[in-house]
């Protein structure tokens, strides 16, 4: 699907930053979190059948306990672990650009490496539905505020779907305020704009000159640094596309382009 809504974007990728785009990707369930489990921490969440293979049943590796019942701290987190990994770096004032933390990194130098996560599908897979989640801060800066903040009232609410603009498009330029800041310091992202193509397939078209803007504004940011750009399931408008339910095991539809080079991490799913 990606090949034809956004041509634009992947051909900027391919050639300009020699992304490389890996055709036999796929999903390992049906829906975000599931998929977002293995994704994130390394364990599934869901079992499956290979029977067709003649092979046993897949077991998944955590139960509803760990899932949802239990704090998430204690297991390997991909936003932890690269915290957590050595690629940290002494932080003046002048080098970070948030007042907040050019006062905190004053007196003395602070060790810093700087995480972020946005997510606009209700308060993230790790905590829905109704689950423990972190007891920890899930990042250094997290998006959910401001969607809290949008839902607050009518009035806020009607403005932000109705007249402001697009949530993908304010998640883009969050991440592209993230990336701005802090020079010269590791720092890693996951952005997962749920709502641009979560009901529906006939809304991603329409972003491919978005996306392709959203990546030439910041090409020498994405210098020296991993980019995923991938989708965390297919498409499953059954109302539009008779052919989806086919066509969502299609190992084509779930592609990572990637920049292999090293150095800073960011990291952006969209659905």
């Known amino acids: 699907m990606s090949k034809r809504a956004l041509p634009e974007t992947l051909a900027y990728l391919k050639t300009e930053l020699q992304a490389v785009q890996m055709e036999f990707?796929?999903?390992?369930?049906?829906?975000?979190?599931?998929?977002?489990?293995?994704?994130?921490?390394?364990?599934?969440?869901?079992?499956?059948?290979?029977?067709f293979f003649g092979l046993?049943?897949?077991?998944?590796?955590?139960?509803?306990?760990?899932?949802?019942?239990?704090?998430?701290?204690?297991?390997?987190?991909?936003?932890?672990?690269?915290?957590?990994?050595?690629?940290?770096?002494?932080?003046?004032?002048?080098?970070v650009q948030w007042p907040i933390l050019q006062w905190l990194a004053a007196e003395p130098p602070l060790i810093c490496d700087f995480t972020m996560v946005a997510q606009d599908w209700?308060?993230?897979f790790v905590?829905?539905?109704?689950?423990?989640?972190?007891?920890?801060?899930?990042?250094?800066?997290i998006w959910r505020p401001f969607d809290v903040r949008m839902e607050e009232t009518y009035t806020l609410r009607s403005l932000y779907y109705k007249y402001c603009g697009e949530p993908h498009l304010?998640?883009?330029?969050?991440?592209?305020?993230?990336?701005?800041?802090?020079?010269?310091?590791?720092?890693?992202c996951h952005v997962w704009p749920v709502?641009?193509?979560?009901?529906?397939?006939?809304?991603?078209?329409?972003?491919?000159?978005?996306?392709?803007?959203?990546?030439?504004?910041?090409?020498?940011y994405l210098n020296d640094a991993f980019l995923f750009f991938f989708a965390?399931?297919?498409?499953?408008?059954?109302?539009?596309?008779?052919?989806?339910?086919?066509?969502?095991?299609?190992?084509?539809l779930y592609e990572i382009v990637v920049r292999f080079t090293p150095a800073d991490g960011y990291f952006m799913v969209t659905q």
Request: proline share 5%; with cysteine.
């Open 170 to 188: 304010y998640m883009l330029e969050y991440m592209e305020k993230f990336m701005r800041s802090y020079p010269g310091v590791p720092k890693i």
């Open 232 to 252: 965390d399931h297919g498409p499953r408008d059954k109302a539009t596309y008779s052919a989806t339910e086919t066509r969502d095991g299609d190992v084509s």
């Open 195 to 220: 709502y641009l193509a979560h009901d529906t397939m006939k809304t991603i078209y329409h972003t491919d000159n978005q996306f392709l803007d959203f990546f030439k504004r910041n090409t020498e």
């Open 127 to 141: 905590f829905y539905k109704n689950c423990t989640g972190f007891k920890r801060a899930e990042a250094d800066h």
């Open 56 to 95: 046993p049943p897949l077991i998944p590796d955590w139960n509803e306990t760990e899932i949802c019942i239990e704090y998430l701290d204690k297991y390997s987190y991909e936003l932890e672990e690269y915290r957590q990994s050595g690629y940290k770096a002494r932080c003046t004032a002048e080098e």
């Open 122 to 124: 209700d308060v993230g």
């Open 25 to 51: 990707y796929n999903k390992v369930a049906h829906n975000s979190k599931p998929n977002a489990f293995p994704l994130f921490f390394g364990k599934s969440i869901e079992g499956g059948s290979r029977a």
